[in-house]
C-alpha cells in the first residue's frame, strides 16, 4: 500500500513516486538521475549528505512530516536524531 496522495502506474515504481514526491521534483528527473549515477560507476548506494541536505531545506513542512510517517518516526529518531543528543 503507497502511502496516501501517491498512486503507482504501469509505468512508475512507488519508490521513485515517493521520492519525486519527498523530494518536489518530476518522477522523470529521478529516474534519468539514477541512469546518470549507474553510468558513472561510482560504485556506492550510500546517498550524498549534500543531497540529502538539499532537499530537507527545500521541503515543506507537511512534505517533512510524510516523509516521518513513511520512513517511520522510531526510524528518524533512532538514527537520525538520538546519536546526535550524546
Do not use: C, H
Not at 521520492?19 to 550524498?48: M, W, Y
Not at 521541503?59 to 510517517?69: I, L, M, N, Q
Request: glycine share 6%; proline share 7%.
Amino acid at each position: 500500500m503507497l502511502p496516501i496522495g501517491l498512486r503507482a502506474t504501469r509505468t512508475s515504481n512507488p519508490t521513485v513516486a515517493l521520492a519525486a514526491r519527498v523530494f518536489g521534483v518530476s518522477e522523470p528527473l529521478i529516474r534519468e538521475a539514477l541512469k546518470r549515477r549507474r553510468k558513472n560507476g561510482n560504485g556506492t548506494s550510500e546517498p550524498n549528505l549534500t543531497v540529502l541536505s538539499r532537499a530537507w531545506s527545500r521541503a515543506t513542512p507537511a512534505v517533512r512530516a510524510e516523509f516521518g510517517r513513511v520512513v517511520g518516526v522510531n526510524v528518524v529518531w533512532d538514527d537520525a536524531v538520538a546519536p546526535n543528543l550524546i
